[in-house]
C-alpha cells in the first residue's frame, strides 16, 4: 500500500539542469495544477543557468558542480557531489514526496530519506539502467546496476513508468508499476506549414524529414545522413545536443542538404515544417527492444509520419495503426521516404496519427498521473489549484 505523505510538498529529484526537460515539465505543471506543491531541484553541468528559477508555480533549483557529459564511471563523484547539495535544501523544506526522476535519484531518495523525515517516495522510471548502458559500463558495472534495478523500485511507494513495455519489464522483476505515457498534446497555436517554411527559409515543394532528440551513437543519425548524400533533392534537418554535436554541425555545413539546428528549446517551428519525423536506434542495441521515444508521440501530435526500424513502442503501435514507414538498412531507407513522398499517402498516415490523438494525449497520462500519486490526509490546495 502507498503510504500517505505528511504535506503536499514535493521535491523533484533530477540529475539534469531542467532548461527545461519536456517530461519532467510536464510532470511539475501537473502536479502543481492539481495542489501540489512542486520544486525541481536540478543539477546544472554547465554551471550557466540560473541558481534559482521558475517555471510557473514550479520553483526550480540548480546546484553545481560544473561537469560534462561522457565522463562515464567519472561521473559519479560529481553526482554524489550535486546529491549532496540537495540534501540542506530538502532538509529545509521537509517535503512530503520525493519524487525521484531516474535510477540515480531513486538511489540518492533512499538514502536521504531517513534524513528527512522519511518522506513517501515516487520512483519516475524514465529508462532501465541496466540495459541502457550496456557497452557504456563494465560488465560487472552493469550487474551491479541490475541488482540496483531489482531491489530498490521496491522501497519505493509508487513506480512510474513511460510505457507498457517498461511496465512489463518491471513486472516480471515483481515490481509494480503505472503507466503515465510520455504523450503530448496536439499543438493549439503552432503556426501553418507554410509559415513554419517560411521562417526556416525553406523552399514551399521540398520533402523534409527531422530529426529531434539526442545527438548520440546509439541513435542511427548516421543512416539519415547517407540518405541525404544519396538523395540531394531531400532536405535534412537535425536538432537537439548530445556528444555528436560538433560532428553533425561539420556534417551541416559540408553538407547543402543537411541543417544542423542545435540544441532548439522549442522544436514546433521545424516540427511543422517537416513532412515526416524519424527516429531509429541502431539495430543491435540492447535498448531498441524496449524504445519509447518523443519522437513517435510528437508524430501523433503532430499528425506527421514517423520514418522507423518499428522498435519498441513504436513497432507495437505501428502493429495496429499506420503511422509511417518502416526500414531495416540503407535501401529499405530509401523505399521508406520514397512512399511518403506523395502528398495523398501522407495525408492518409496524419489522419491515422490523428486519430491516436484522444488516446495518446497528456491530458490523458496526467489524470493517471493524480489518480495515483499519493495524497496526504489533509489536502490543502495551492492558490488556483483544485486539490490533490
Known amino acids: ?14 540529475e539534469r539542469a531542467h532548461n527545461p526537460d519536456p517530461r519532467v515539465r510536464r510532470v511539475s505543471s501537473a502536479l502543481s495544477d492539481a495542489g501540489y506543491d512542486v520544486r525541481i531541484l536540478a543539477w546544472d553541468r554547465s554551471g550557466s543557468l540560473p541558481r534559482v528559477d521558475q517555471d510557473g508555480n514550479v520553483e526550480i533549483r540548480r546546484v553545481g558542480p560544473v561537469s560534462r557529459d561522457g565522463r562515464g564511471v567519472a561521473q559519479l563523484a560529481s553526482l554524489i557531489r550535486a546529491v549532496a547539495r540537495y ?30 523525515g522519511r518522506p513517501t517516495i515516487v520512483y519516475d522510471a524514465f529508462e532501465i539502467y541496466s540495459v541502457m548502458e550496456i557497452g557504456k559500463y563494465p560488465r560487472p558495472l552493469i550487474w551491479l546496476i541490475g541488482a540496483v534495478e531489482r531491489l530498490l523500485p521496491r522501497l ?47 523552399e514551399p515543394g521540398r520533402l523534409v524529414i527531422l530529426y529531434a532528440g539526442g545527438l548520440h551513437p546509439s541513435r542511427d543519425i548516421d543512416s539519415l545522413i547517407r540518405h541525404a548524400a544519396r538523395a540531394p533533392q531531400d532536405l535534412v534537418m537535425l536538432a537537439g545536443r548530445g556528444v555528436q554535436e560538433a560532428e553533425f554541425a561539420d556534417v551541416g555545413r559540408r553538407h547543402d542538404n543537411v541543417r544542423f539546428l542545435g540544441f532548439v528549446p522549442d522544436p514546433t517551428i521545424a516540427t511543422v515544417a517537416a513532412d515526416l519525423l524519424y527516429y531509429s ?19 501523433i501530435a503532430y499528425s506527421t509520419p514517423l520514418v ?19 526500414f531495416d538498412d540503407d535501401a529499405s531507407l530509401d523505399l521508406a521516404i520514397d512512399s511518403l513522398r506523395d502528398p495523398e499517402r501522407r495525408r492518409r498516415v496524419a489522419n491515422s496519427l490523428a486519430g491516436l490523438q484522444a488516446t495518446y494525449s497528456w491530458a490523458s497520462a496526467s489524470r493517471t498521473l493524480i489518480d495515483a ?14 486539490g490533490p
Open 1 to 14: 500500500m502507498t503510504r500517505r505523505p505528511r504535506n503536499h510538498r514535493v521535491e523533484i529529484l533530477f
Open 87 to 116: 540534501v540542506p535544501l530538502i532538509r529545509a523544506r521537509r517535503p512530503g514526496i520525493l519524487h525521484a526522476v531516474d535510477l540515480p535519484m531513486l538511489v540518492a531518495a533512499v538514502v536521504i530519506a531517513p534524513f528527512v
Open 156 to 202: 519505493a511507494d509508487l513506480t512510474i513508468v513511460v510505457g507498457e513495455d517498461r511496465q512489463n519489464y518491471f513486472a516480471q522483476r515483481n515490481i509494480r508499476s503505472i503507466v503515465v505515457g510520455n504523450w503530448i498534446d496536439a499543438p493549439t497555436e503552432a503556426p501553418d506549414r507554410e509559415t513554419a517554411r517560411g521562417l526556416l527559409d525553406i
Open 281 to 299: 536506434l541502431v539495430p543491435d542495441h540492447p535498448y531498441a527492444a524496449h524504445a519509447a521515444p518523443n519522437n513517435l508521440y510528437t508524430a
Open 308 to 326: 522507423h526500424r518499428g522498435q519498441g513502442e513504436i513497432g507495437s503501435l505501428a502493429e495496429r495503426a499506420d503511422i509511417g514507414a518502416l
Open 373 to 386: 500519486y499519493p495524497r496526504p490526509k489533509m489536502t490543502t490546495s495551492m492558490p488556483g489549484g483544485k
